[in-house]
């Protein structure tokens, strides 16, 4: 399994430098939307019971340099006195007019009400205090694909956590439990311009 992932990796980092849809370099700015919904939820389609306070709206940012990438969002949702988001460093590839971004991140809250920061991944986001509580928050998996339209950019992600820490070292287990627990994915989409 290792050994795939190492081959396709090449294989895009590869690709991405040959047909680059962009230059070496890029900054885009834009919106961004997601949901606390996973996708085993929207799996049952019970569109009924969907509540528009699950949904979160704000903006986001990310940075290109050749095949790396650091993307970072910030979101509120509806009557929640909260700003949450994403923060990842990918790597990402341009193939044509497709980017193709895969990276780790930490996922961020922070209650205006108590005016506390919580740092750690969508379902396990711990209070940090201190600069050392960072190694003990665990990562999330941030997934996507964008189109690239121009100067515009259309695309969608996937977050999904993971068990897996600077502290813990779980590294191994890593890609085993994003084949058993993809369905716990939150998924989002984003519009962005590139201004450089």
Wanted: net charge negative.
């Amino acid at each position: 399994m290792k050994k795939l992932f190492i081959i396709l990796l090449i294989a895009l980092v590869a690709s991405g430098c040959v047909f680059a849809g962009r230059g070496i370099f890029d900054l885009t700015v834009g919106a961004a939307a997601g949901s606390t919904y996973s996708v085993n939820d929207f799996a049952d389609w019970d569109f009924e019971h969907l509540e528009f306070s699950q949904f979160q709206f704000g903006g986001d940012v990310e940075m290109r340099l050749a095949f790396l990438s650091v993307d970072g969002k910030a979101m509120f949702a509806p009557g929640i006195q909260a700003v949450s988001g994403l923060v990842t460093a990918n790597l990402a590839v341009d193939i044509f007019f497709v980017r193709v971004k895969a990276g780790l991140g930490y996922h961020y809250q922070y209650d205006f009400a108590n005016n506390r920061l919580s740092l750690g991944n969508v379902k396990n986001a711990k209070p940090v205090t201190e600069f050392k509580d960072l190694k003990d928050a665990n990562f999330d998996v941030n997934v996507g694909v964008d189109v690239l339209l121009g100067n515009f950019t259309l695309g969608v992600f996937a977050t999904l956590p993971t068990e897996t820490s600077v502290s813990n070292g779980n590294w191994d287990s890593l890609f085993s439990s994003l084949a058993e627990n993809w369905k716990a994915a939150q998924l989002g989409l984003t519009i962005g311009y590139a201004l450089l």
